[in-house]
């Protein structure tokens, strides 16, 4: 079956002042229809680069190659109009920071109401049973629809978020750290309804976080990103059990489990490099305990649909 979104090759830079950006690095990533993906990384690798690159959005100074197909499409041959479509009808967004997305001084109903306006013709008292059911499955009372988004725990607006974003019935929803600010608590509750949503309408999931612990428990794959490149990609097992890139292994080891108190954040030693320098090498030579002469001097091989890691020592040992 054709792939939801299938990301070929994408290199995104910015040219600032102070010179060029070079955010993503020939990123391959896929997503099949009812999959759950998770993209993975410390923050400033590029994830939300990635994302707002699928959706066209934060384009300015931006130089992007590469090919984005959804649902078979190429992306970059839509027009604004297509685009504007596909965007909210098709590919929901829950962006980052987004439980202070919704307009707190316009009521629920009506935040919904209009989303539904944008994308379809439809009766009123349609769109109001339609985001009375979306409200029921997110577990918020349909009863307070007419209320404002203050009114709101911040848990319960990230659920409205969901609601929002599923509203349509999009192929694709993008999830960027919809998590992250919300007690471990709530987190564990919110990940799991975007989990059992997109299973219940069968929508396709890529969910973006820095955190591996708390997201992969949803996810059928996971994406390892560091510095803008895919480093390693899996099953949800594979990464678990038996991680193979150095930074996967540090990325695991980090942290306890969550729920295992008090929780011990140790981090990685080291900093990710410059988003301004070129590497010959591996980006990641500098915090690695195990590199060796080859990663200098030559790039390790790309991620692909085949080869799932990208470490001059995994292709080494085989
Ligand atoms: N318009 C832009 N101009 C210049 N640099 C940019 C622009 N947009 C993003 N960047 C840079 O791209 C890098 C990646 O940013 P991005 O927001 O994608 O990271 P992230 O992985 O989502 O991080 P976080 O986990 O903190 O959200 C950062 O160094 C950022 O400064
Ligand atoms: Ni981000």
């Not at 009812?34 to 707002?52: D, F, N, Q």
């Not at 918020?140 to 911040?154: K, L, Q, T, V």
């Given at each position: 079956m054709m792939p939801v979104l299938d990301i070929e090759g994408l290199t995104v830079d910015f040219t600032a002042r102070m010179g060029t950006h070079h955010v993503l690095k020939n990123v391959n990533l896929r997503v099949e229809?009812?999959?759950?993906?998770?993209?993975?990384?410390?923050?400033?690798?590029?994830?939300?680069?990635?994302?707002?690159?699928?959706?066209?959005?934060?384009?300015?100074?931006?130089?992007?190659?590469?090919?984005?197909?959804?649902?078979?499409?190429?992306?970059?041959?839509?027009?604004?109009?297509k685009m504007r479509e596909l965007r909210g009808r098709h590919i929901g967004f829950i962006p980052q920071a987004s439980m202070n997305a919704l307009n707190p001084l316009v009521r629920v109903k009506k935040q919904f109401i209009e989303t539904i306006r944008a994308h379809v013709d439809m009766p009123e008292k349609e769109m109001l049973a339609l985001s009375r059911d979306m409200l029921s499955l997110v577990s918020?009372?349909?009863?307070?629809?007419?209320?404002?988004?203050?009114?709101?725990?911040?848990g319960q607006r990230q659920r409205l978020m969901i609601a929002l974003s599923m509203l349509l019935s999009p192929e694709l929803i993008i999830a960027d750290e919809p998590t992250t600010a919300l007690d471990a608590m709530i987190q564990l509750q919110i990940i799991d309804l975007l989990k059992n949503t997109a299973r219940?309408?069968?929508?396709?999931?890529?969910?973006?976080s820095h955190d591996l612990h708390t997201i992969s428990r949803i996810c059928d794959r996971i994406y390892i990103m560091y510095a803008g490149r895919i480093v390693e990609t899996g099953t949800k097992e594979e990464i678990l059990r038996?991680?193979?890139?150095?930074?996967?292994?540090k990325l695991l080891s980090s942290r306890l489990p969550l729920m295992v108190e008090p929780v011990r954040v140790k981090g990685i030693p080291g900093r990710p490099p410059s988003t301004l320098k070129v590497y010959q090498g591996c980006e990641f030579l500098e915090r690695c305990e195990r590199s060796f002469e080859l990663c200098r001097e030559k790039k390790p091989p790309e991620c692909t649909g085949r080869a799932r890691v990208s470490c001059h020592l995994c292709h080494v040992e085989g």
């Open positions: 229809r009812g999959e759950i993906v998770g993209l993975i990384g410390e923050s400033g690798c590029g994830k939300s680069t990635l994302a707002m690159s699928v959706l066209d959005i934060n384009t300015r100074n931006r130089h992007m190659s590469g090919q984005i197909r959804f649902m078979g499409e190429d992306l970059q041959k839509l027009n604004r109009e918020i009372d349909p009863e307070r629809m007419n209320a404002f988004p203050y009114e709101f725990s911040g219940e309408k069968n929508t396709s999931l890529l969910v973006i038996s991680p193979r890139h150095p930074y996967t292994q």
